[in-house]
């Protein structure tokens, strides 16, 4: 299962106003175009927002900008998407995050977060880099009472599946995942050669090819 494919099962994306938050590589913004959407890319990294420029194709709006500040006008989105990223957003200003969406949601428009688990293959090699327990854990728990008596999202549904990563070697898994971050990178120079070992043993080799698994859930709302 892929987060797109998902999304389409709960969502028709076709001619929507769609923002992709915290869209990193963009992978998931190109995908959001190619179902039809009309896609804003929204990146806090200048560095990232960069690539997305350059790579993405024009049809596709790049912003740099932040969930707890979002640079999109007031009711203008029929969706917001999450892929991996809300447990990113410093836990103080989350609260905060979760306003700017009822901002620019329009009325009935949907809020879909994936949020990966602590466990997985993936985890256990990540948290050698960098330890996420806590700020996954507390992503979880905010999703899972975001729907309270009163309250302004109305949850849809909630679908576990496990996100699968192809990662033929070390080397791509090391520019994918630790090197584009300067913190991972400081310590995984401290650590190589374990972090190697655990990658080569929680690597899955199958006729297809070598993957990392992610087990994750995603929570999808609609603004009451
Ligand atoms: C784990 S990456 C996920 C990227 C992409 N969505 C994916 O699934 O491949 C998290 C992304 O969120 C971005 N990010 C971190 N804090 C953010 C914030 N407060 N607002 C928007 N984006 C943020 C990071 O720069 C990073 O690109």
């Known amino acids: 299962m892929g987060h797109i494919e998902h999304l389409q099962s709960v969502f028709d994306l076709k ?11 963009g ?12 896609v804003s890319a929204v990146e806090i990294d200048p560095e ?33 998407c999450f892929f991996f990223s809300f447990h990113h957003v410093p836990m103080q200003v ?7 969406n009822l901002r620019v949601l329009k009325p009935e428009g949907r809020l879909h977060v994936v949020e990966p688990f602590p466990y997985g293959s993936m985890f ?3 948290r050698m880099v960098e330890d996420e327990t806590e700020v996954r854990t507390n992503s979880h728990a905010i999703m899972e009472r975001l729907d309270q008596a009163g309250g302004a999202f109305e949850a849809v549904g909630k679908t576990e599946y496990t996100l699968s990563r192809p990662y033929p ?17 400081r310590v995984f120079e401290e650590n190589r050669s374990a972090i190697e070992k655990r990658f ?5 080799r199958t006729p297809e090819g070598c993957f990392l698994h992610q087990p994750c859930a995603a929570y999808h709302f609609r603004k009451r």
Do not use: N
């Not at 001619?15 to 590589?25: L, M």
């Not at 790579?55 to 917001?80: H, N």
């Not at 080569?200 to 899955?204: C, K, V």
């Open 15 to 25: 001619k929507k106003a769609v923002a992709d938050i915290g869209a990193g590589t």
């Open 27 to 38: 992978a998931f913004s190109l995908q959001l175009l190619e179902c039809g959407a009309r």
């Open 48 to 80: 990232k927002v960069a690539r997305l420029m350059s790579k993405l194709p024009p049809e596709i709006r790049v912003l740099q900008g932040r969930a707890e500040a979002l640079p999109l006008a007031d009711r203008s989105q029929d969706l917001l």
């Open 94 to 100: 989350q609260d905060l995050a979760l306003e700017e």
């Open 124 to 126: 256990d090699v990540v």
């Open 169 to 185: 070697d070390f080397e791509t898994f090391l520019k994918q995942v630790v090197l584009v971050d300067p913190a991972r990178s």
């Open 200 to 204: 080569e043993e929680a690597l899955d």
